[in-house]
Structure formats: C-alpha cells, structure tokens
C-alpha cells in the first residue's frame, strides 16, 4: 500500500497483544484485522473477555477446595492438639496487605497512564478537526468572494467602462480568470464530513474516558476500604467483621476478575488497530475522500508531489493575472473615469483578501501538520493507551490475589478466634484469679452460711475490729473465698481481700488493701501470742 514508515511503529506490547489468537465463540480463528464493526471480530474480542470469566471459576474452584480441605483437616486433627495458627493468620493479613496495597498503587500508575494516553489523542483529534474545518470555512469564503463580491463590483465596472471596448475585455478576461479560482476550489476535497465524524468520535471518545477513569478511582478506593476491613477484622477477631470480610473479599475478586476482562479486550482491541492503522483508515475513509489525498496525510512523504498543488498553482497564477489587470485599470482607466475608483479599489481589496486566504490554505492542506496529529494520536493511544490498559491489568491480577488471600485467612481466623473462646471457657471456674470469677460466682447458689472477717461496707469502723474466724484459715474452701469476694465487690482490677492465712500478699493488690492485710495479720498473731519478726 505504501512505503515503510519510518516515523512511527507499534510498540512491542501492541505486536503481543496483536498476535494473541482471535477466536470466535465455536473457536474458530478470526483474522486479528481491527474490524469493530464486523460482528465476528466483536465476538473474538468477547471471546477473550470470558477466557477471563474461566479464570474466575477456576479461583473459586481452587478457593472451594482449599476451604473443604481446611475444614477436613481441622476435623481429623487431635482435639487436645488443637492449636490456633496465629502465626499463619498473621502472615497471610500482612500479605494481602502488602499485595492490596501494590495492587493499588500499579492501578493508580495504569489509570493515569491510559488518561494521558486518551487525552493526547483527543487533543490530536481537536487540533486535526481545527484544521479540516479552517481548510473547508477557507475555501467557502474564498468561492463566495469570487462568486459574490466579484461579480458585482465587476458587473457595475462593465457599466461605467462600456464605452472602452479594451477595457471591457479586460474587465471579461479577469471575471474568466475568477471563475477558474472558483473551480480549482471546487476541486479540493470536502472535508465537511469527516469533521464530522472526527468530532463525534471525540465526543464519545472523552464520555467514555471520563466514566472509565471515575470507576477506576471508586474501585481503587473501595479495594482500599475492603482491604482496611480485612485487616480490622483480622486483628479485632470480630465474627461480624469476619463475615463481612468474607463476603466483600469474594465480591472484590469478582469485579477484579471482570475488570480484568474489559482490560483484556480493550487492550487486544487497541492493538489491533495499533500494529496497522493506515489499512483501517484508509478504508474509513474510502467513500468520501481520494485515496491519493489520505495516503498522502498519512506518510507525508517530501519525495512525492502534494495532490492539492496543481489547484493551488492555478489558483496563485490566475490571482496573479488579476491583480495585474486590475492594477493596469486602476493606472489607465481612473482617470478617465472617476466614478470607477470605489469599484476598482473593491476589487483589488478583495484579490488581496483572497491572496491572504490563499497562503493560509496553502499552509493547512500541507501534510505537515495534519501528518502531526495523527502521529501524536497514535502514540498517545498506543504507547501510553495500551501499556496503562496492561498496568490495570496487572492490578486486577494482584487484587485477585489478595482477596484470595483474603477469603484463605477468613477461615483460619474463624477457627482461631473459636478456639480462644473454647480454651476461655475451659478455664477453672473455682481459680480465684480467673478474672471471670466473679461474674460466675455472682450467677451461682450460696453454698450455705457466708461468714466474712472483713466488711467493705463497714470502713468507717477501725481495722482493729477486724475478726477472722476461728478455725484454721487454710482449710477454708476456695468457694467460701470466692463468694467472700463477691461481698467486698471493689476495683475488679485487684483482690477484693487478701489471702486467708497466707503470709504473701495475692499478685495484684491496692495500697489500701495492702494496709488491710498487715492489719489483719497483726491482730491474728496477736491474738495466738505470736509476734512478728
């Protein structure tokens, strides 16, 4: 079709993502030719959006197998060796951890990526649609002044100057050289259409790129979210926290797994175009301008002649021949006929006007600058585009990870929390220093008469009346010290009273039981006769 292009080529990436099988849905090979109208090149696109989808079923499927191997296990272990695996629990939170956070980190990276990808297209797209339709608003004013403005001041000239036949030829001889101008411009491509479609494509080109980097963001944040509440839920040992873990991780890894499909089939779409977007072009555009003028937009090659030269060295030359003729009236005829001048001036006015327009059409339908944009829209699209669609892809697999990750701890934090609870309940009920003691003595039967040596409620009396029983203090049951405990009530951060008959203080004790004890066990040995070293 063309020479080898020097001035741009498809990334590596692209040529990957191209060459990657294009299947239909009864796996049939479908050519990889960017056809986005053609519904089997649609279906081959879908095709690798569902291989996806598989993936999915299959993490779930490892996921199922991994939890009924876990429940297995758990059952067919030694209920005396039942341990919980913190450690194990502990690690798999800081990997999903780590894992979420580079996940998000990759996406935000791959988001911005494909926004300036995006936007340096739209931008090279703009500026093109700029220059089509100054080429087109161009050419219309020029055809109107020749057609309008012309031929008036030409019509009232012939009027003025009937009387010099020479002059009237003259007058003839320029109003042909206009109505050539008129058709050399005719002759130039209409870009109207094309304009057209270029700002329609624009338009929903950043529709779609604003509502795609918005849902980016919102899932960045809400894989953020699901991942602070898998932590939370983690170290509180919540069973609520747990279960809501639970249910947003398997959520997440399905929209992890559904992001990466349209990824997938956006990136393999882009490609397509990428590795040969003069042949899609080309037959775009096949209906409404000459192949000569597209091929000629999209090489720009300086060794070939432009297809708007031969119009344009008519249009230069005859306006050339019409400021001469109407300059050699302005110097022969005014003086002869004064009434002439506003005419004569008009007319030079407006071939000066068109020569302006003249250069500036010159400049736009040069190749260079619209040969510009379409080298900057593609590499915006396929170089920033298609490698931030391949960062996104790589968070959605990192996010996958995670929360499966995610949803393997669950379990292991289900079974470890009811493990603490099963060992808690365990726990000896007559231990004095259970610190559950008390709210279970509270909700026991008295086991017959409380004696108390010591009423909290009596501190306004002397210490000193203080009196222990008779019998030997050792062998007081530990119930009757409980439920003596539960009489004094007090701080439950320290023994209610100290120890009958001991000659240490408990673990845990406050000053003011601590005075309490020494005072008792003065006036114990007192009374036996004893006295302290």
């Known amino acids: 079709m063309g020479p ?36 089997d090149y649609q ?9 996806a989808a598989v993936c999915l079923g299959l993490n779930l499927l490892f996921l199922t197998v991994y939890l009924i191997c876990l429940c297995c296990c758990k059952r067919d272990q030694d209920p005396e060796t039942k341990r919980p695996h913190s450690c194990c629990v502990t690690w798999m939170a800081v990997t999903a951890g780590l894992i979420c956070c580079a996940a998000v980190g990759v996406g935000f990276y791959g988001n911005s990526e494909t926004n300036d990808g995006v936007f340096q297209l739209l931008y090279a797209l703009d500026h093109a649609n700029q220059t089509l339709t100054g080429i087109d608003s ?52 209409a870009w109207r259409g094309v304009s057209a479609e270029l700002t329609e494509l624009s338009g929903q080109v950043a529709y779609v790129e604003y509502y795609r980097w918005l849902a980016y963001l919102l899932f960045f944040i809400l894989v953020l979210t699901v991942c602070l509440l898998a932590c939370l839920g983690l170290a509180k040992q919540s069973r609520c926290l747990l279960v809501m873990m639970l249910c947003c991780g398997l959520l997440m890894l399905v929209l992890s797994w559904a992001s990466m499909a349209v990824d997938t089939a956006a990136a393999v779409g882009t490609s397509d175009f990428c590795v040969a977007p003069d042949k899609f072009i080309m037959n775009q555009t096949d209906d409404e301008i000459s192949a000569e003028v597209v091929h000629y937009y999209l090489y720009c090659d300086q060794s070939l002649s432009s297809p708007f030269q031969q119009a344009l060295t008519v249009f230069q030359r005859s306006l050339t021949t019409m400021q001469i003729q109407i300059q050699g009236l302005i110097q022969y005829a005014l003086p002869l006929f004064p009434t002439a001048e506003k005419d004569l001036l008009g007319v030079q006015q407006l071939l000066n006007s068109s020569e302006t327009s003249l250069h500036q059409l010159t400049a736009l339908l040069d190749c260079r600058g619209l040969h510009k944009d379409y080298l900057d829209g593609l590499i915006g699209i396929c170089y920033d585009g298609v490698e931030g669609l391949l960062y996104l892809g790589l968070f959605s697999l990192l996010a996958a990870a995670a929360f499966s990750t995610v949803i393997c701890a669950a379990p292991r934090a289900w079974k470890q929390l009811a493990g603490r609870e099963r060992d808690y309940d365990d726990m000896d009920e007559e231990d004095p220093f259970n610190p559950q003691a008390r709210r279970i003595a509270t909700h026991r039967p008295p086991r017959g008469q409380l004696r108390s040596f010591c009423s909290y409620s009596s501190s306004l009396g002397s210490q000193s009346s203080l009196h222990p029983p008779a019998q030997t203090v050792s062998n007081a049951p530990v119930s009757e010290y409980m439920n003596q405990a539960v009489l004094f009530g007090g701080n439950p951060r320290y023994e209610n009273v100290p120890l009958i008959g001991r000659g240490s203080p408990p673990p845990t004790y406050s000053p003011s039981m601590r005075a309490t004890y020494l005072a008792v066990t003065n006036e114990h040995l007192r009374h036996r006769g004893d006295f302290p070293a």
């Open 138 to 189: 161009l050419v219309a004013s020029t055809t109107l002044q020749m057609e309008g403005g012309l031929e008036q001041h030409l019509a009232r000239l012939n009027e003025l100057l009937a009387s010099r036949g020479d002059y009237v030829q003259t007058l003839k001889f320029t109003q042909q050289l206009a109505g050539s101008i008129v058709l050399q411009l005719q002759g130039l491509p």
């Open 4 to 39: 080898a292009r020097a001035d741009y080529l498809a990334p590596w990436w692209a040529a990957w993502l191209h060459g990657l099988p294009h299947r239909g849905p009864h796996l049939q090979p479908v050519p990889s030719t960017f056809r986005p109208q053609d519904p």
């Open 43 to 51: 279906q081959s696109l879908l095709f690798l959006g569902l291989v």
